[in-house]
């Protein structure tokens, strides 16, 4: 596999940006994951560089992760607490780890970067297969919108300055719920491009999909406040627990 096909092809690309380039407060995620946990284990898919993980293992959770990018684990590996945490490195959607575990999770939008319904399904099938009786798997999610699109196309500029440009272009093809965006920056020091393919779900969609593997919906958030899930809602938190 070659491109946006490949598992690693993300991680490979991003890893030496994606803690600058995101810059969100893990704090809500890890209280809401412990107060799923207790004292059972937990998995995160595509670990990435530890963002969740490393503050999860340090309130006391057994944590281990997948992550198909060698790169982002030695980002991980680079930071306090990185190395004891271990990692499988392979495709998350095949979950390569035997379990059992309390709680699997995988946020920040990522089931979306599998690239195809086919894919998404393996990954809700494999994680039922490594969840204790009642354990949880948690999937944050953006709520899908076609609005700032304009004939299929978006533009968006983070930032001009005397050095620098930073614009973000996207094409969505709603054929195949997909969005393929091309982040690129431009400096005196040449030009980066990073970008990323998403194939969105509906919660419907979703649902559907945990209910083939075996997991029902045991709650729906807007947020990790646990605030109400609503039509106003622009991402959604939603809990799985095995049947």
């Known amino acids: 596999m070659s491109g946006f096909e490949d598992p690693a092809f993300f991680g490979d690309r991003w890893a030496a940006v994606y803690d600058e380039r995101t810059e969100i ?3 809500p995620a890890v209280e809401f994951l412990v107060w799923l946990t207790g004292t059972g284990r937990a998995l995160e898919l595509a670990i990435g560089t530890g963002r969740v993980a490393l503050p999860l293992a340090a309130k006391g959770i057994e944590v281990e992760g997948v992550e198909a990018s060698q790169a982002m684990v030695d980002r991980l590996r680079e930071k306090p607490g990185g190395d004891s ?3 499988a490195i392979g495709d ?10 309390r709680l699997v999770y995988l946020i920040y939008n990522t089931l ?5 319904q086919e894919r998404q399904v393996d990954c809700f099938r ?8 009642g354990g949880f798997f948690v999937i944050e999610c953006f709520m899908p919108d076609h609005l700032p699109f304009d004939r299929g196309q978006l533009v968006h500029t983070r930032a001009v300055s005397e050095n620098l440009v930073d614009v973000s272009f996207a094409r969505h093809d709603s054929s195949r719920q997909r969005v393929t965006y091309q982040h690129v920056r431009l400096s005196a020091e040449g030009m980066q491009l990073h970008p990323v393919t998403l194939r969105y779900c509906w919660p419907s969609e979703l649902d559907l999909m945990a209910r083939l593997a075996g997991l029902r919906l045991r709650g729906r958030y807007s947020d990790w406040d646990r605030r109400p899930f609503d039509s106003g809602s622009g991402s959604h938190i939603s809990v799985y627990e095995r049947t």
Do not use: E, H, K, Q
């Open 85 to 87: 945490i271990p990692v």
């Open 126 to 133: 494999n994680v039922a297969r490594v969840l204790d009786p």
């Open 92 to 101: 998350m959607a095949d979950v390569p780890v035997t379990g059992p575990y």
């Open 25 to 27: 407060d893990p704090a």
């Open 112 to 116: 979306f970067n599998l690239t195809s």
